[in-house]
């Protein structure tokens, strides 16, 4: 934290960075209470079975939300920072990748429409698919990316606070009984969808910039600039979602509800992370630009503090497991508790994965060695998954997925390492000189 307040003190942007940090502290913790708070009821009201079905339908539309974002939001935001002085460049790139996305978003339509009539795992609850893929589309027309590239955060924060509070307590109003389960992706594609286009509306109206259909060749720009990001979020995507389908067809939709619960409060406390991550990622791009050497010595110090902090947090949770999963989701749930101390390495593996991942290998260009990395975790997560799943069921998953995650970490520490090492060598060879 030292590092940021040092940040936040030298530099003449420094009241953006604060602010910018304070709207993605407030984001985030959004994006871990409100989880914390329907999770459990959706599980007491739902039951285990209807809430594993809900998170097997999420598993089997993120792939359509992955396809959708292609990268952008690490990319475009990028992007859009690099030219934060080029007001044109800046509207020809939001329209560009708009452009794509919509593209994206028609052809993901079609196919995950086609793929839940055919096959009838899928076909049975037709209608759920359905009614998830408005929340694919609402943050699909979101330009989060754009307003993280120009630090406005406040927009993001704003829109998600409200939007997302609002359905999150229609949830609490409407979903009383089991049969209303399908009222669950229709609630929160309606608070995406409500913050997509509130979030257009403020581009129109506070940056002028109004959408315009881009040309072929200026899509295919876009498409080719954030292909390796694409792929590997793809690759990511892979081995986290398909963990859990092949779950859900192995052992049912109880044994999903008993693994996701654990997983996504895994995630939750992992994702406090994000707002140092994102409020620091654009700023490091540009100070990559500038100086290697000091933005690399600048992560460094970020890295020990939070790999302190984390491994602080998993230790922890770890030894009191089977308190927080009773308090959290109830004693029901208590079969979660094996599964949660598993998963629970997911924040501080998580956190190296961003530093060594995101804040170098992306910032240095070097997104070619990132996408290798995620190849080869794909691989060997389709390598042990099916065997650990067919025999041990949902502790066979959560094996996997920690498995292929400390992968991810070594894997993006030695080509960080790799080109760091690059960077000091020429530093100290210029300073010789």
């Given at each position: 934290?030292k590092?940021?307040?040092d940040?936040?003190?030298?530099?003449?942007?420094?009241?953006?960075l604060?602010?910018?940090?304070?709207?993605?502290?407030?984001?985030?913790?959004?994006?871990v209470?409100?989880?914390?708070?329907?999770f459990?009821y959706?599980i007491?009201?739902?039951?285990?079975?209807?809430?594993?079905?809900?998170?097997?339908?999420?598993?089997?539309?993120?792939?359509?939300?992955?396809?959708?974002?292609?990268?952008?939001?690490?990319?475009?935001t990028?992007?859009?920072?690099?030219?934060?002085?080029?007001?044109?460049?800046?509207i020809?790139?939001?329209?560009?990748?708009?452009?794509?996305?919509?593209?994206?978003?028609?052809?993901s339509?079609?196919?995950?429409?086609?793929?839940?009539?055919?096959?009838?795992?899928?076909?049975?609850?037709w209608?759920?698919?359905?009614?998830?893929?408005?929340?694919?589309?609402?943050?699909?027309?979101?330009?989060?990316?754009?307003?993280?590239?120009?630090?406005?955060?406040?927009?993001v924060?704003?829109?998600?606070?409200?939007?997302?509070?609002?359905?999150?307590?229609?949830?609490?109003?409407?979903?009383?009984?089991k049969?209303?389960?399908?009222?669950?992706?229709?609630?929160n594609?309606?608070?995406f969808?409500?913050?997509?286009?509130?979030?257009?509306?403020?581009?129109?109206?506070?940056?002028?910039?109004?959408?315009?259909?881009?040309?072929?060749?200026g899509?295919?720009?876009?498409?080719?600039?954030?292909?390796?990001?694409?792929l590997?979020?793809?690759?990511?995507?892979?081995?986290t979602?398909?963990?859990?389908l092949?779950?859900?067809?192995?052992?049912g939709?109880?044994?999903?509800?008993?693994?996701?619960a654990?997983?996504?409060?895994?995630?939750?406390?992992?994702?406090?992370?994000?707002?140092?991550?994102n409020?620091?990622?654009?700023?490091?791009?540009?100070?990559?630009?500038?100086?290697?050497?000091?933005?690399?010595q600048?992560?460094?110090?970020?890295?020990?503090?939070?790999s302190?902090?984390?491994?602080?947090?998993?230790i922890?949770?770890?030894?009191?497991?089977?308190?927080?999963i009773?308090?959290?989701?109830?004693?029901?749930?208590?079969?979660?508790?094996?599964?949660?101390?598993?998963?629970?390495?997911i924040?501080?593996?998580?956190?190296?994965?961003?530093m060594?991942?995101?804040?170098?290998?992306?910032?240095?260009?070097?997104?070619?060695?990132?996408?290798?990395?995620?190849?080869?975790?794909?691989?060997?997560?389709?390598?042990?998954?099916?065997t650990?799943?067919?025999?041990?069921?949902?502790?066979?998953?959560?094996?996997?997925?920690?498995?292929?995650?400390?992968?991810i970490?070594?894997?993006?520490?030695?080509?960080?390492?790799?080109?760091?090492?690059?960077?000091?060598?020429?530093?100290k060879?210029?300073?010789?000189?």
């Open positions: 934290m590092l940021i307040f940040i936040f003190q030298r530099y003449r942007k420094h009241k953006i604060a602010s910018n940090f304070v709207y993605l502290s407030v984001l985030q913790f959004l994006n209470i409100l989880p914390l708070i329907t459990p959706l007491r009201v739902l039951g285990v079975e209807y809430f594993g079905l809900l998170s097997f339908s999420i598993a089997f539309v993120t792939y359509f939300q992955i396809v959708t974002e292609y990268g952008f939001n690490s990319t475009g990028r992007d859009i920072s690099l030219a934060i002085n080029n007001r044109e460049r800046q020809l790139i939001f329209n560009q990748i708009m452009s794509a996305k919509l593209v994206l978003v028609s052809i339509f079609v196919v995950m429409m086609g793929i839940v009539f055919l096959f009838g795992i899928f076909r049975a609850y209608f759920i698919y359905l009614f998830s893929f408005g929340s694919i589309l609402g943050q699909a027309i979101f330009p989060v990316w754009f307003f993280h590239g120009i630090q406005k955060m406040k927009y924060t704003y829109l998600n606070l409200v939007t997302k509070t609002v359905f999150a307590l229609a949830i609490f109003v409407f979903v009383t009984k049969s209303d389960y399908y009222l669950v992706p229709v609630f594609a309606l608070g969808l409500s913050a997509g286009v509130l979030s257009l509306f403020y581009i129109w109206k506070d940056f002028k910039i109004s959408f315009k259909l881009q040309s072929v060749k899509i295919k720009e876009q498409l080719n600039r954030a292909k390796f990001m694409f590997s979020e793809l690759k990511i995507s892979l081995f979602n398909t963990t859990t092949i779950l859900g067809i192995f052992a939709n109880q044994a999903v509800g008993y693994f996701s654990a997983e996504k409060l895994a995630r939750a406390i992992g994702n406090l992370q994000t707002p140092v991550s409020t620091i990622f654009p700023y490091l791009s540009a100070e990559m630009a500038l100086d290697k050497l000091k933005a690399i600048k992560i460094r110090k970020i890295m020990i503090v939070g302190i902090v984390f491994s602080l947090i998993v922890t949770c770890f030894c009191f497991a089977e308190q927080i009773s308090i959290i989701y109830g004693k029901e749930m208590l079969p979660s508790v094996l599964l949660f101390r598993i998963v629970i390495l924040p501080l593996l998580s956190f190296l994965d961003t060594f991942g995101k804040q170098i290998l992306l910032n240095l260009g070097k997104d070619i060695f990132y996408f290798r990395v995620i190849v080869l975790a794909t691989i060997l997560n389709f390598a042990i998954n099916f650990l799943t067919y025999f041990y069921q949902e502790i066979g998953t959560a094996i996997s997925l920690i498995v292929t995650q400390i992968f970490v070594l894997g993006m520490w030695y080509f960080a390492h790799k080109e760091t090492s690059l960077i000091l060598r020429q530093s060879s210029y300073g010789s000189n």
